[in-house]
DNA sequence: CCGGATGTGGGTTTATTAACCCACGAATAC
DNA sequence: GTATTCGTGGGTTAATAAACCCACATCCGG
């Protein structure tokens, strides 16, 4: 993947995070408890900092309580072009 | 994650990922061409022997021209336990 | 006013992923 | 029968994710 496309990609997936999160009206140091991930790592995911490995995906599916393609499914377009 | 339960994760990945190539009837090496990534590499995906981040998640999709979201998409009852 | 939780930004070290490469034997195709 | 493609297993090095920690300003409730 390019560059530019990774970076973008890394801001969708942040921006899914932090959509789930505030729905389920978590701060990011309760999720952090939850998921076990330290709380200010969490905002470094949901800035789109860090290419997160599945393993932490999952591990913030669980504190999230959602299935791990959830935090995916945001809209891939821009992976087309 | 422990330990044990990140490694059923990789494994039910993997799994998922060796379905969807065959389904699509792609060598290693074919899948590699089109996802940019080392055939080798693919392998030991598809063995759950790497948690990959989400940027070579999103390559392999692109290559096998699926959503990220149909890569996670096992069964994930394992992680309720 | 004060204690607690929160968002933010900035660190560190260690393990491991990314991105490569090579060699072999078996199966497949020409 | 030889050229190609395949799965397999085994490497290397550089980048970075994981797993931590800390300080501070703000906001809110008691």
């Known amino acids: ?3 530019k496309k990774k970076k973008e990609a890394l801001i969708q997936f942040g921006k899914r995070l932090s959509q789930i999160r505030k729905a389920k009206k978590l701060s990011f140091r309760q999720l952090a408890v939850l998921c076990d991930v ?3 790592d969490i905002k470094k995911f949901e800035k789109g900092e860090v290419n997160i490995t599945i393993a932490t995906l999952m591990d913030l599916a669980i504190g999230l309580g959602v299935h791990p393609k959830e935090l ?10």
């Open 1 to 3: 993947m390019q560059r």
């Open 38 to 40: 330290d709380y200010s």
């Open 72 to 81: 995916l499914g945001f809209n891939d377009d821009f992976l087309k072009e």
